[in-house]
């Protein structure tokens, strides 16, 4: 059951590496039904914020409530997450990954593959290993959109892929997203076009939190596109 | 139970293009075994080449039950497993499970080919003994490799799991796991041994009814007290293995 009105309550959360302090108190207050863009350059923290939500990595101090609760088992069926890393099984055909993954979740909604697929000009019978980094991006996205699972967790969805793949995956979370039911957070280092899917942003450098809001209310105070914003906070 | 018939499934699919080589080579060994009969072989001799293979499978099986969890780290794969809302044993239990079905297929194919191309040859050796007899205590036998090839399967998923949680000199970490987990769960035999007296010891003889072959044994028993201790071991060793996987196990790039 979906507890509380926020979807993702992030407490004075710090997390070390050896050698390095990847987070350094992060807070954060993520409402229901936004898409957050959780932006940053690279070795920001914003894989091992998304890593600490899912439950792949633990905090060393700090807590986490994903709707108001802690990460567990059971907050992984809440959550979707795309990995920024190749995570599909190379030797799996596009539909046997789609088949494999669907066992494991009830908020699984068969009927949106064949759209989705023709939408993300994906075959059913091609092997994973064939596919090229954009259409395997595109088959990860797949993955979370044909469910509607409560929190969305992106991992840099747009790196190192093609400009027509990332134009499909934009054009695919716009469309798909449920604002009334689902909550996203998109980790990237690049905003440019995709600042448009943002209703609001953190900007997280060095493991801290640098600016946080809404991406309008940003805009008007800053009078700078959230692109412009980040070229002059990373400059 | 369709969640851990699906990972089990995933791992009999990842291992089938080994498998099926394995196979291969296991009949082609027994073709060529076949032939050195034919060209003035001794019997005996071909006995022993035959049995070959099951010897192989012992570094095989310690190979697979630590690479069914490597390669899911190598290939980035962990990333899936380790976010679906499955509990910990689910996936070391589908990987132990899978490599139980591995074996007993590897066994069907060297006994079975064996049968198949040498077949005379196994009926000259035992004459003596009814083919009940030998399937009785064949499925002993295989029992009780299973049994071993859990526990192998067992400890080698902890040591593996327990070096991925250090940064670094993760192979010295999972060597003295296992060293240090076979020494613990022997103690706990020894430790619990007076616990389990009681339990009557095993009359072996019996058991494989070695008497239906003409072998009189007056006594040779299994002391199950000692053992009973070591098994506890080996599954409290199995829950904490799938406890770490879950909750403690981190994956970083």
Request: glycine share 6%; no cysteine.
């Given at each position: 059951m979906i507890q509380g009105s926020q979807a993702l309550v992030v407490r004075d959360l710090r997390k070390k590496y050896p050698g390095t302090e990847?987070?350094?108190?992060i807070d954060l207050t993520l409402p229901k039904g936004e898409i957050c863009g959780l932006l940053g350059p690279n070795g920001s923290g914003k894989s091992t914020l998304l890593k600490c939500v899912i439950g792949l990595l633990q905090a060393d101090s700090g807590t986490i409530e994903i709707f108001g609760q802690k990460p567990s088992r059971h907050t992984k069926a809440q959550i979707a997450f795309v990995p920024e890393?190749?995570?599909?099984?190379?030797?799996?055909t596009v539909q046997e990954t789609i088949d494999f993954i669907s066992?494991?979740?009830?908020?699984?909604?068969?009927?949106?593959v064949p759209d989705l697929l023709d939408f993300m000009r994906?075959?059913?019978?091609?092997r994973v290993s064939s596919l090229s980094k954009g259409m395997r991006a595109r088959l990860k996205l797949i993955l979370t959109l044909a469910r509607t699972a409560p929190l969305v967790l992106l991992d840099e969805?747009?790196?190192?892929?093609d400009p027509s793949s990332r134009d499909r995956i934009v054009e695919g979370i716009v469309r798909e997203f449920k604002s009334e039911e689902q909550t996203m957070i998109i980790s990237t280092h690049a905003v440019g076009d995709t600042?448009?899917?943002?209703?609001s942003v953190v900007f997280l450098d060095e493991g801290t939190v640098n600016l946080q809001g809404n991406a309008e209310d940003l805009r008007v105070r800053y009078r700078k596109s959230i692109n412009d914003l980040f070229k002059e906070v990373f400059a | 139970m369709s969640k851990f018939l699906r990972l089990l499934r995933k791992d009999l699919e990842a291992s089938r293009w080994p498998l099926g080589i394995l196979s291969g080579l296991i009949l082609l060994f027994m073709l060529f075994v076949r032939y050195k009969i034919s060209a003035g072989w001794a019997l005996e001799s071909a006995i022993i080449t035959v049995a070959l293979p099951l010897m192989f499978f012992v570094p095989w099986f310690v190979w697979q039950s630590f690479q069914t969890l490597r390669s899911e780290w190598k290939e980035d794969t962990v990333y899936t497993l380790l976010v679906l809302?499955?509990?910990g044993w689910y996936i070391t239990l589908a990987k132990l499970v899978g490599l139980f079905v591995e074996y007993t297929i590897l066994l069907a194919v060297t006994l079975g080919g064996a049968s198949l191309i040498l077949g005379r040859v196994f009926l000259e050796f035992t004459p003596t003994a009814p083919i009940a007899w030998i399937i009785r205590n064949g499925l002993i036998v295989y029992l009780i490799s299973l049994g071993i090839l859990a526990s192998v399967v067992i400890f080698i998923q902890l040591a593996f799991v327990v070096s991925k949680?250090?940064?670094?000199f993760q192979g010295l970490v999972a060597l003295w796991v296992l060293i240090l987990t076979n020494w613990l769960v022997g103690q706990m035999g020894m430790l619990l041994e007076p616990v389990f007296r009681w339990v009557p010891p095993i009359p072996l003889e019996r058991v494989f009814r070695l008497d239906q072959v003409g072998l009189e044994l007056q006594r040779f028993d299994y002391h199950l007290a000692p053992k009973i201790g070591t098994w506890l071991g080996t599954i409290l060793l199995f829950i904490l293995t799938a406890w770490l996987m879950e909750r403690y196990v981190e994956i970083n790039d």
């Open positions: 990847a987070l350094k108190g890393i190749d995570n599909l099984y190379r030797w799996m066992t494991f979740y009830e908020d699984w909604e068969p009927q949106r994906l075959e059913p019978e091609k969805p747009f790196s190192g892929i600042e448009q899917l943002f209703d | 809302p499955v509990p949680m250090v940064g670094r």
